[in-house]
Every structure is written in C-alpha cells, then in structure tokens.
C-alpha cells in the first residue's frame, strides 16, 4: 500500500505563487501515471496536471502556463509549481498514483492539502 502525503497549501493572494508536494512511502519510479486533482467548494473533483512515468505532461486548460507538474524519482515526491494564482484555484488539491502489476491497476490517493487564494 502506497501512502503519498501532501504539503505546501496555504493562503495566497492572486497572483501569488506556491508550491505543492506529494511524498509517496514507495520509491516513485515503481509508479506509473502521477497527477494532481482538485476540489473546489461546491464542484466536482477535476483533474489538473498529469505526468507519465517517462515525464510527458498534460494540462488542464485553466491552468496551462500558470501550473507546471514535475516528479522527482530520487526524493520519491510529485510536485505542482502553482504561479499567477487566481480565486478560482481555491480548492483542496489531491496526489494520486496508479501502478499496474500482473494486470491489476490499483489507485493511491492523497489526503489533500488546502489552497485558498483570496486577498
């Protein structure tokens, strides 16, 4: 069982900048896809960036050129470089993981880290 711990939410003003981690128990590399996902106040969870395990990323549109996703196999974490923040990326922000073994995907989550950006 994979535990992956966030940190680095807080309170920023718009067009702050912060920077999220995501420490996984396990050694990164044994993990496939990576990505970070959000809950707004009253919205669904939706994804936000995404990173294989070769390093190709994929963005959403509200964040693309503000967000940028990294993964750091040696210190075993997933990062999310968060500038030019705006009020609607308030939200509790996820790490979650997949690996694949004997054909049986499993999914690890996060427990959230909360970002609100307000003035």
């Known amino acids: 069982q994979v535990q992956l711990v966030e940190s680095g939410g807080g309170l920023v003003q718009p067009g702050g900048s912060l920077r999220l981690s995501c420490a996984a128990s396990e050694s990164t590399i044994t993990l496939n896809t990576m990505r970070w996902y959000r809950q707004g106040p009253g919205k669904q969870r939706e994804l936000v960036a995404t990173i294989t395990s070769d390093g190709s990323t994929v963005y959403a549109d509200s964040v693309k050129g503000r967000f940028t996703i990294s993964r750091d196999n040696a210190k075993n974490t997933l990062n999310l470089q968060m500038n030019s923040l705006k009020p609607e990326d308030t939200a509790v922000y996820y790490c979650?993981?997949?690996?694949?073994?004997?054909?049986?995907?499993?999914?690890?989550w996060g427990q959230g880290t909360q970002v609100t950006v307000s003035s």
């Open positions: 979650n993981a997949n690996r694949v073994r004997l054909g049986l995907r499993t999914d690890y």
